[in-house]
């Protein structure tokens, strides 16, 4: 009688152990491989030539359109013309290093803005590519 | 963002304003010494206005307008429907004699597109210059009709190749800008640049607050006219000659 408790007891923590080693082993096995497919699909994103965003990435994904409906009624009503979170300074760091762009199905904007479903108007008036260098102002 | 070396920046601001001093007068086309910080706000102690010497500019010349077109990527009136934010007007004498001016937005200091807009989109700016914020316009075109000089302009089309500087888009009105995006990196307007490169130099732009400018002595000095006085808009475009 005394022993059919902890028989079963022992087996229950057998099971919990293995189910344990198989899910650090799938786990290990997803961080091995970066590139291998994910239940929940993710956007693809063509790179852009910036290296280093103006603001954490975490931070950055949040609040983003914050920071450019701040600077864009800065701009356009007190003619305050900081770049650091101009839309201008982001579309120079983050158009695509092939396609010059940060719209397209891969464009940094619209490949993100198209996966989570959110409506992007910005391009519909700014210029979605750099200033081309000829452009750039001389004082 | 590299550290900023504040003793440099501050020696070049000096110069530049020394500089603006020291040209003799008549040779500035604006007051270096106005230059102004990225993140200063626009002042309001500065009118930024316009001085069109009818006596120089020329029928035949359309430099300004094209200009314009350039610097702002408008497309220069390829359909009726087009933007036009600076044209040239031929007024003819009975007797036969031609005399030529540039019309756009006269920047008034009551202005009447301020007045009428319903959001808010149409403002001045604290430097006198009037614009339309295309984050808040809705299209109704009210400033269209409430403007006397037929100064602005609707979006029809969809735009496409925007200048990063000048973003502009279908639904939304715009006039002349007074190349507010210059303005704020001490540039004077296109068209005041292309007028004074063909040799005409019939564009003078200043401050009028400013009575050293050379905008303000020459309107002490000669008469100017405002177009449509009558309305008492006091615009920031003066005409001498008209």
Redesign the interface.
């Known amino acids: 009688m005394a022993g059919v408790p902890g028989g079963a007891c022992t087996r229950r923590t057998a099971l919990f152990a293995a189910a344990l080693v198989i899910a650090l082993a799938a786990a290990v096995g997803a961080q091995a491989a970066p590139g291998a497919p994910t239940r929940v699909p993710l956007p693809s994103i063509e790179a852009g030539a910036g290296e280093r965003c103006v603001e954490d990435t975490a931070f950055m994904r949040r609040n983003h359109m914050e920071l450019l409906r701040h600077q864009?009624?800065?701009t356009?009503?007190?003619?305050?013309?900081?770049?650091?979170h101009s839309l201008?300074n982001c579309?120079t760091c983050h158009a695509g290093r092939k396609t010059g762009r940060v719209t397209g199905e891969r464009g940094f904007c619209q490949g993100c803005h198209s996966y989570a479903g959110i409506a992007l108007d910005c391009f519909?008036?700014?210029?979605d590519k750099?200033?081309p260098p000829m452009?750039e102002?001389t004082? | 963002m590299s550290e900023v070396d504040h003793g440099r920046r501050k020696f070049l601001w000096e110069s530049a304003a020394l500089a603006g001093i020291a040209l003799a007068p008549g040779i500035t086309l604006y007051d270096l010494a106005h230059g102004r910080r990225p993140e200063a706000a626009a002042s309001g102690k500065v009118r930024w206005g316009l001085l069109v010497d009818m006596n120089r500019c020329q029928p035949a010349c359309d430099a300004c307008v094209r200009a314009c077109d350039t610097e702002n990527g408008l497309s220069g009136g390829k359909t009726v429907t087009d933007s036009q934010w600076i044209r040239k007007i031929d007024l003819t004498d009975p007797r036969g004699s031609v005399r030529s001016l540039p019309m756009m937005c006269q920047h008034c200091a009551d202005p009447p597109c301020v007045d009428v807009c319903p959001t808010g989109a149409s403002f001045k700016r604290a430097d006198g210059i009037v614009l339309v914020d295309r984050h808040i316009c809705i299209g109704c075109r009210y400033c269209m009709m409430a403007c006397p000089y037929g100064a602005r302009s609707f979006v029809f089309e969809p735009v496409a190749n925007q200048k990063p500087e000048v973003p502009r888009g279908k639904g939304c009105v715009e006039s002349c800008t007074l190349c507010v995006h210059r303005i704020d990196r001490d540039r004077i307007p296109a068209c005041v640049e292309a007028c004074a490169a063909t040799g005409h130099a019939a564009l003078l732009f200043g401050d009028l607050n400013d009575p050293q400018s050379e905008i303000s002595k020459r309107i002490a000095a000669v008469a100017t006219t405002q177009v449509r006085a009558d309305l008492r808009l006091d615009t920031a475009v003066r005409y001498q000659g008209l």
């Open positions: 864009r009624d800065v356009v009503h007190e003619g305050i013309r900081t770049t650091r201008a579309v519909e008036c700014h210029a750099p200033a452009a102002v004082r």
